[in-house]
């Protein structure tokens, strides 16, 4: 917020990995966005580190994102298919990312990524 304007929006929301040995619980970060005029002003970035940071207080393993490949390996991300995790959508390998919240937290952990129902529409 800016004073009582929105300028800047990020959402997390649960995901659920599927893996041979069960699911696991992990968030998905998006939809973000940043007003197109206050954009490039570090907004986004401290959307994205703040929101990391309350994440990893709630003790999720991980965090995935499906987005631009130039913007979140800036904050940690790199693609998930490193770790043998595919997203349920089509995409692009690289667009798919993950970020580990605790070191060694996907270790073994390969799987398919579902997205709340929610995103089903999108
Ligand atoms: C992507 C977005 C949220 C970034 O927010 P922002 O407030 O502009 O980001 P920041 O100012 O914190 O930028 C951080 C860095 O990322 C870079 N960056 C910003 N947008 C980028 C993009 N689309 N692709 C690659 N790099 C980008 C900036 O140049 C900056 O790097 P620098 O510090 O070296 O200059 C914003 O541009 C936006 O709302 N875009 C339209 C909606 C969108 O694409 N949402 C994301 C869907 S995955």
Do not use: N, W
Not at 54 to 75: E, I, K, M, N, R
């Amino acid at each position: 917020m800016d004073g009582d304007r929105v300028v800047g929006h990020i959402l997390f929301s649960l995901v659920v990995v599927e893996t041979q040995a069960g699911p696991f619980d992990a968030l998905g970060l998006g939809p973000m966005a940043v007003l197109p005029e206050r954009q490039r002003g570090g907004i986004g970035s401290k959307l994205v580190t703040t929101g990391l940071t309350q994440c990893t207080a709630l003790d999720y393993p991980a965090v995935v994102v499906l987005g631009h490949p130039d913007y979140y390996p800036g904050f940690g991300f790199v693609p998930a298919h490193r770790f043998g995790i595919t997203c349920e959508f089509p995409s692009p390998p690289e667009a798919f990312m993950i970020r580990e919240l605790q070191a060694g937290a996907l270790a073994g952990k390969s799987g398919i990524a579902k997205y709340h129902a929610a995103f089903d529409a999108v």
